[in-house]
């Protein structure tokens, strides 16, 4: 199986804005977003399908993403952090968490574009936020 985008990611091939990572999993912005903080959070290994990981690390992972979520949301203003998992953009389970005010910000066809000091900006105030 050919490595993914985010498994080069994992190691160390390809830049990411890190959010929070830990011996399963990795969390980082999403260089596509639909809003400001929008969030990847990734098993380590690589497995295509979220439904096909084994049960403890779907588990593992939902929970990292739950802790992610709440730096997310403090350290973002929005009313709420959505969840999506769509899985047909690249063959590597991940969770999308996205700071949503309204129900456009779900939508995947609408991209936005930040600078690399922006990115930084959103990368470290979600960083003081998190407690993993």
């Given at each position: 199986m050919e490595a993914s985008i985010f498994t080069k990611i994992v190691?160390?091939?390809?830049?990411?804005?890190k959010i929070a990572e830990d011996d399963r999993y990795l969390a980082f912005l999403d260089v596509f977003p639909t809003t400001k903080?929008?969030?990847?959070?990734?098993?380590?290994q690589q497995v295509d399908y979220i439904f096909d990981?084994?049960?403890?690390?779907?588990?593992?992972l939902m929970a990292f993403a739950k802790n992610v979520?709440?730096?997310?949301?403090k350290a973002v203003p929005c009313k709420r952090i959505g969840v999506a998992v769509v899985g047909l953009e690249v063959p590597h389970a991940h969770v999308h968490l996205i700071p949503l005010n309204n129900m456009q910000d779900m939508n995947f066809a609408n991209k936005k574009q930040f600078?690399?000091?922006?990115?930084?900006?959103?990368?470290?105030?979600i960083k003081a936020a998190y407690n993993g």
């Open positions: 190691n160390g091939e390809i830049p990411a804005y903080g929008h969030t990847l959070v990734i098993p380590k990981l084994e049960d403890e690390l779907y588990i593992g979520a709440a730096a997310v949301e600078t690399k000091e922006e990115f930084e900006d959103t990368l470290e105030k």
